[in-house]
């Protein structure tokens, strides 16, 4: 088995959230779809399927859940199976590849915050009304067509459910576009909304519903603490509701955006703090985890020495070019190349790279964080349940 802190490459094409609605869109027939994940066998007749994602549900949280969640343990044990997010193991470039169906360098949406190209500007993608004065429009900023609107094309009623304040955001039109938008503000509500517009009809029908709490509680108090517990016993609760309303003729597909692990206080690095990590950089983005360097003419090869210097084995430091050419991101057009940093750090086993004065404040006081390419962080859950 594959160890918490080893290095997982996404398998795009071949076992990874993108491959989640093609194959969910093959099963309800939607042409030209392809099924990956090969599940039009083993849904077959199913005519409506609720997609779930849970926010910070990773493989490796699923037996740490287990005694607060003996719904989600039971249904991984009969109906799991482990896939790869995509890179970076973060929440906006993981519901982009989920909703359109592709790696993160074709739709473009290549971190948690990234630098606009031929600006000082950082996009900071969950901080995205999508009107804002300076803000990418999101049609341009990601332009591939979402698996929604496909099967929306071919006749499937398609319905996006999830809290009432993401409607409209620059996010949820990058993400899920296509899609009828029903709020839901709580665990009762979702699986209400969800069921709600599942059974709506008598013709081919998708739903996405995604649910944020468990990765907000791991983010703020830890992965196993006791507000985390709580809110798998939440997403226990969820997965319930769901399964005993589902009809006949449908299935539920669970899965999630990313892991998260516990940084300890001292596997942390301040980028502001120290004039090394801070010389030759012009902007800086990513996330605690993975961090993208934008840095001044002709120092990236500088930058690299001393980040590497700096953070020897607890960080993964590499060019542009170098990380794309190790298909982290899948093939990134000419046109997204410039969101990926300069120099790109991926943060190995449980360390971080914090900004303490330029990012949020907020971050540097989180207990767990993802966003690198550990097993932790990458391995998803792909939970296949049809209704009886």
């Known amino acids: 088995m594959t160890e918490p802190f080893d290095t997982v490459q996404p398998r795009y094409g071949a076992g990874s959230l993108a491959d989640v609605l093609p194959s969910a869109l093959a099963v309800l027939g939607v042409p030209g779809a392809v099924d990956p994940l090969g599940l039009v066998g083993q849904l077959d007749g199913v005519r409506r ?52 169906g592709t790696a993160p360098g074709a739709h473009g949406v290549l971190g948690f915050r990234v630098n606009v190209p031929g600006t000082d500007r950082v996009l900071t993608h969950i901080d995205w009304p999508g009107d804002r004065l300076g803000d990418p429009d999101p049609l341009r900023w990601q332009p591939v067509a979402t ?82 517990r709580a809110a798998a016993a939440d997403v226990d609760a969820l997965l319930a509701r769901l399964v005993a309303g589902l009809p006949a003729d449908a299935a539920l597909l669970v899965t999630a955006d990313h892991g998260q692990l516990n940084v300890p206080l001292d596997h942390r690095f301040d980028l502001d703090a120290d004039p090394r990590l801070r010389a030759g950089v012009r902007v800086v983005a990513g996330e605690p985890r993975v961090r993208y360097l934008h840095v001044e003419p002709g120092a990236t090869d500088d930058v690299v020495a001393a980040w590497s210097a700096v953070l020897g084995e607890a960080a993964w430091v590499a060019t542009r070019a170098e990380a794309v050419a190790a298909g982290w991101f899948g093939p990134v057009p000419e046109s997204h190349l410039a969101r990926v940093g300069d120099v790109v750090v991926a943060c190995q086993g449980s360390y971080a790279v914090l900004a303490t004065r330029t990012d949020n404040p907020v971050e540097a006081r989180l207990v767990a964080y993802h966003g690198s390419s550990t097993a932790t962080e990458m391995t998803i859950p792909l939970l296949v349940v049809r209704g009886s």
Request: no cysteine.
């Open 49 to 100: 399927i609720a997609v779930l994602l849970v926010d910070g549900l990773g493989w490796y949280q699923i037996p740490v859940a287990a005694p607060y969640a003996p719904t989600l343990a039971d249904l991984a044990a009969r109906h799991g199976r482990p896939l790869t997010s995509g890179f970076p193991s973060t929440t906006p470039t993981s519901l982009v590849t989920l909703g359109t």
């Open 147 to 228: 698996q929604l609107e496909l099967a929306k094309a071919a006749g499937v009623a398609v319905t996006v459910v999830s809290r009432p304040e993401y409607a409209g955001s620059g996010l949820t039109v990058a993400a899920n576009r296509g899609g009828t938008y029903r709020g839901a503000a709580d665990p009762t509500a979702l699986a209400t909304e969800m069921l709600a517009a599942l059974t709506a009809g008598t013709g081919p029908t998708l739903v996405s519903g995604y649910h944020p709490d468990l990765d907000t509680q791991g983010h703020l108090s830890g992965v196993d603490s006791l507000p985390w």
